[in-house]
């Protein structure tokens, strides 16, 4: 959450608008809230009352798109910000002497922002303007709910119609393994990935809610094949000139990702060196 601390009346302008921390630039993906607060701080002796007004500085592709600035709490209230314009979002303030007010705010993304617009938020008031954050758009990575057992099905449903009605917009499909009943899609747009999807079978609704990439690095980072080997394990040949072929690991060289193999119905043993994803696992027991 980012914070912004505002001291009305302060004898240095340039320091009555202060960020806490120092996350000044953050992504975001399309038609999300990025939510912030912003703090009145009153340091008289007196009770005070005034405004202040919310804008952003918006960088665009297509210099067309509105964003959005709001208040969440006391009067809820949002006003569209489009770029270039001279439009804001006024908040009326009054606090205490000696205390403060915390007002739950956010700034809105717009829906069909592309990847690299950016808006800055900025307080100004009589002294002057003072920028506080950038939002820079990003693609998002959404969850599916599916049929369970139907994921690749699915996902490979979810590519031809992308490239069936030109949805350059989605750029990947990821089916997690390990994982029943859900696909993840990288889009840059999640509201027409689902309008798109209605018609894909067994696709049924978006999870709410964006992952982070870091959630699921762990299925983008290839494995080598001879990790779920172990010699003695019976395999069958799925590629090359001996495909369908029974055989029993001998050994694994973990180095070049192969794996040396023993033809049972060989009459006489002869090792054979193949790719270590050349097989497919049908005993995992050693003998």
């Given at each position: ?66 964003w959005f600035i709001g208040v969440v ?215």
């Open positions: 959450m980012i914070e912004i601390e505002y001291k009305p009346g302060s004898i240095v302008p340039e320091h009555r608008v202060v960020i806490v921390g120092e996350q000044r630039e953050i992504e975001s993906g399309n038609n999300k809230r990025v939510p912030f607060k912003f703090t009145v701080i009153n340091e008289t002796s007196e009770d005070i009352k005034g405004s202040v007004n919310f804008g952003l500085d918006i960088k665009e592709t297509k210099n067309e798109i509105e709490q006391k009067r809820p209230k949002a006003s569209s910000i489009l770029p270039g314009s001279e439009d804001y979002l006024t908040l009326d303030y009054k606090v205490p002497k000696g205390s403060k007010e915390v007002y739950e705010m956010y700034v809105e993304t717009p829906k069909g922002g592309e990847i690299g617009d950016s808006a800055t938020l900025f307080v100004k008031d009589d002294s002057g303007k003072y920028p506080t954050f950038t939002i820079k758009l990003k693609q998002s990575i959404i969850i599916i709910k599916t049929t369970i057992g139907q994921e690749i099905r699915i996902a490979r449903d979810i590519g031809m119609k992308a490239q069936s009605e030109n949805a350059d917009y989605i750029y990947s499909v990821l089916v997690p393994p390990d994982l029943k009943g859900y696909v993840f899609v990288e889009t840059l747009y999640p509201d027409r990935t689902m309008a798109l999807l209605r018609n894909v079978r067994g696709a049924r609704n978006m999870i709410s809610g964006d992952v982070d990439i870091k959630e699921i690095e762990i299925y983008l980072t290839s494995k080598p094949a001879t990790e779920s080997l172990e010699v003695g394990n019976l395999v069958q040949i799925i590629d090359g000139p001996f495909k369908n072929e029974v055989a029993r690991i001998t050994h694994i060289d973990q180095a070049r990702d192969e794996i040396t193999l023993e033809l049972q119905n060989a009459v006489i043993p002869i090792p054979l060196t193949v790719k270590a994803d050349s097989v497919r696992v049908l005993d995992k027991e050693v003998k």
